[in-house]
């Protein structure tokens, strides 16, 4: 089992810059993807970054790219989501979430991601 919690989350103007946390704990070893994914209302829950544990491999999804940056510290256990030059349409609930498998083919599909936390709210007022 794995627990995720996730914090950093809050209201912001645009252009403004917020990072998000996620701490993992118990079987951490296998965490190996571990990625960010946010749901807006009335819309589809969809993967804006991931990074792989050992490979290094990263993923941003188009409408962050440049804007945010994903990082993480195994030692600490410990995801990050550095968001910067915010945008009202980046309002959401942020969840952080763990792939489990070494290589599953796929950083955005939420499928392929086993353990997930509570979630953070981000709102970028305009």
């Known amino acids: 089992q794995v627990q995720l919690v996730e914090s950093g989350g809050g209201l912001v103007q645009a252009g403004g810059s917020l990072r998000l946390s996620c701490a993992a704990s118990g079987r951490t070893v296998n965490t190996y993807v571990m990625g960010w994914f946010r749901q807006a209302p009335g819309k589809e829950r969809e993967c804006v970054a991931a990074?792989?544990?050992?490979?290094?491999?990263?993923y941003y999804a188009d409408s962050v790219k440049g804007r945010f940056t994903i990082s993480r510290d195994n030692a600490k256990n410990t995801v990050y989501l550095q968001m910067n030059s915010l945008k009202a349409e980046d309002t959401a609930i942020y969840y952080c979430?763990?792939?489990?498998?070494?290589?599953?083919?796929?950083?955005?599909?939420?499928?392929?991601?086993?353990?997930w936390g509570q979630g953070t709210q981000v709102t970028v007022s305009s």
């Open positions: 979430a763990a792939d489990t498998k070494y290589y599953s083919g796929s950083f955005s599909a939420i499928k392929e991601y086993d353990y």
């Open positions: 990074i792989h544990r050992t490979l290094g491999n990263i």
